[in-house]
């Protein structure tokens, strides 16, 4: 883990060799990713149970425990499987430069290359790994953190079809003229 900044504002990002072990975890996994799979998984990666829900659970990882204990994995489930893993690679602030971001998200991008290989593509600056289990595996920059994200299958297909029709990932449905993508 690293921090840059003062105490008040200071940046925590998680240490790009824990990051390693999620990438290979994720690249592993058989879908259709059962909910107690996903707990040994957890549990393999020494993260800590923060709250079940029932859509998911949360996790802390331990990588940003210097930024005040927020649990920093979300899992999210749908039709008693895992949907989406959503791993914080830096604490969460609007008070950070966007460059301090993107220069993470490289960062972090090149740690999951060593895993992974090559990215797959790219989107808006951020990368992505297809998987040989049909999942995607992300790392991206938002406005407030970098994050790795992990995809079932079958969002994967609809991320797919989306990006063959040429549909913008920024894309809010039913909010505007969808014509020029139906």
């Known amino acids: 883990m690293s921090e840059v900044g003062d ?3 200071r940046l925590i990002v998680a240490d ?5 072990p999620i990438a290979a975890a994720y690249r592993d996994v058989e879908w259709p990713l059962f909910a107690e799979r996903e707990r040994e ?9 923060d709250r079940k829900r029932a859509r998911g659970a949360s996790y802390y990882s331990g990588m940003l425990d210097a930024a ?6 979300g899992v999210s489930t749908a039709d008693g499987d895992v949907a989406e893993v959503r791993v914080n690679l830096c604490n969460f602030s609007r008070e950070h430069a966007r460059k301090d971001l993107l220069s993470i998200r490289k960062d972090m991008a090149a740690s999951v290359t060593l895993v992974l290989g090559e990215p797959s ?3 808006d600056g951020n990368v992505h790994w297809e ?5 995607r595996l992300w790392i991206k920059a938002l406005k407030a953190t970098v994050l ?14 989306e990006e063959r029709l040429g549909i913008p990932s920024d894309r809010i449905p039913g909010t505007g003229d969808e014509s020029d993508y139906l």
Request: net charge neutral.
């Open 148 to 161: 790795l994200q992990v995809l079932h299958p079958r969002y994967v297909d609809i991320e797919r079809a």
């Open 68 to 73: 005040d204990g927020h649990s920093d994995v």
């Open 41 to 49: 998984i957890a549990g393999s990666l020494g993260w800590r149970l």
């Open 16 to 20: 790009t060799a824990q990051v390693q």
């Open 121 to 123: 593509g790219k989107q």
């Open 7 to 9: 105490t008040n504002t």
């Open 131 to 135: 998987l040989e289990n049909r999942g």
